[in-house]
Nanobody, 118 residues
Framework: QVQLVESGGGSVQAGGSLRLSCVGH????????MAWYREAPGNFRELVAN???????NYADSVKGRFTISRDNDKNTWYLQMNSLKPEDTGVYYC????????????WGQGTQVTVSS
């Protein structure tokens, strides 16, 4: 059974930094795209950043230049380095992965809270 486990959330003042990590347990050997989504109160869940197995990255306009997504395939782990945080970055952050070969192999983490105070 696949399980994604996030860590690294917390509370920080505006301008601060946090690093989120997500470890994929039980993932079958297959190239996966990995991503981070976030859900702010009253908003839909939105894509923050993703990274393909070939390390092509994509970012939401609101985080470009401030957030960096990366991955360590040997550890089945991916990261989100968040710098220059703003209050509007507050929300629950979810990690996500999907196989690039078998689209049904799609998984979500349980979410980690990020709170940025002004």
């Amino acid at each position: 059974q696949v399980q994604l486990v996030e860590s690294g959330g917390g509370s920080v003042q505006a301008g601060g930094s946090l690093r989120l990590s997500c470890v994929g347990h039980g993932m079958l050997l297959s190239p996966h795209t990995m991503a981070w989504y976030r859900e702010a109160p009253g908003n839909f869940r939105e894509l923050v950043a993703n990274i393909t197995s070939s390390r092509i990255t994509n970012y939401a306009d609101s985080v470009k230049g401030r957030f960096t997504i990366s991955r360590d395939n040997d550890k089945n782990t991916w990261y989100l380095q968040m710098n220059s945080l703003k209050p509007e970055d507050t929300g629950v952050y979810y990690c996500w992965s999907r196989s690039e070969i078998v689209s049904d192999w799609e998984y979500w983490g349980q979410g980690t809270q990020v709170t940025v105070s002004s």
